[in-house]
C-alpha cells in the first residue's frame, strides 16, 4: 500500500522562521482563484450567504489577466517563492481559467511549487487531466462526508459519494508527479463510520488515503 496515514502538514525539514527573518522572499503566497463556494459546511463562513452579506464581502472569480500580473510581479523578489498556494477562502476549481493559472505560473521561474485545496466535487476526468498536465504538485482534496446523506447533512451539497470516489480514483491513476492529500474532520464520523472508514472506505481509497 503506497498511502499512509500522518499529519497533513509535513514538519520534515522546515525552516524556522524566527531564525530567518527578515525575509527577503515570502516562503509562500496565498492567492485565490475563486471566493465563492459550490458547498455550505458548517464550519466554513464562505457558503453562508447572510454572514457574508452582512460583512460586505465581495464575492467573485479572480480576473485572469490580475492573476497573471500578481505572478509577473514576483519577479521584484530577489529569489522564487518556495510554495504559491492557489487556494484560501472558496472552491477555486469554480475558477474556469485554474488549469490556466497552473500553468502560467508554472512556465515562469518565479515559483518552486504549485498547491491547493479542493472539495472534490468537480474533479471530473477531464478537469482532473487539465490541472495534472498543468503542472500541479499537490492537491489536497477535503471529503465532507462518506456518504450521499453525509454530505447533504454537512456541507449542503448533492453529492452522489460512490462517483465522487470514482473521481478521485481516476485522478489518482493520472497524476504523474502530483501528491494527493485526502483529508476529513471527525465532526460528522460516528464510532460506526470510523470503522467504515478503516475497514471499507479505506479500501475504496486504498491508493491515495494519505491523511484524514
Sequence with gaps: MKAKIEPRINL???????????????????VDPSNICN????????GHNDLIKKS????????????KKII?????????????????EGEPLLNPYFSEM??????????????????????????????????LNKINISVNGLSDSQFLEFSGA??????????????YNNKKDCEIVIKTTEDFLSEEDKNK???????LFLKIWKWF
Excluded: W
Design 12 to 30: 520534515k525539514g522546515r525552516t524556522n522562521l524566527e531564525e530567518v527573518i527578515p525575509l527577503s522572499t515570502p516562503f509562500v503566497l496565498f
Design 39 to 46: 458547498f455550505k459546511c458548517k464550519f466554513c463562513p464562505t
Design 56 to 67: 460586505n464581502r465581495i464575492q467573485t472569480l479572480m480576473d485572469f489577466n490580475l492573476y
Design 72 to 88: 509577473d510581479d514576483l519577479k521584484e523578489f530577489d529569489k522564487p517563492l518556495k510554495v504559491l498556494r492557489l487556494y484560501k
Design 102 to 135: 497552473i500553468k502560467y505560473a508554472k512556465n515562469k521561474e518565479y515559483v518552486n511549487y504549485i498547491d491547493t485545496t479542493t472539495n472534490g466535487f468537480l474533479l471530473i476526468p477531464h478537469i482532473a487531466k487539465s490541472i495534472i498536465e498543468a503542472g
Design 158 to 171: 448533492h453529492v452522489k459519494f460512490d462517483k465522487y470516489v470514482e473521481n478521485i480514483i481516476n485522478l
Design 197 to 203: 472508514l478503516y475497514k471499507i472506505d479505506l479500501n
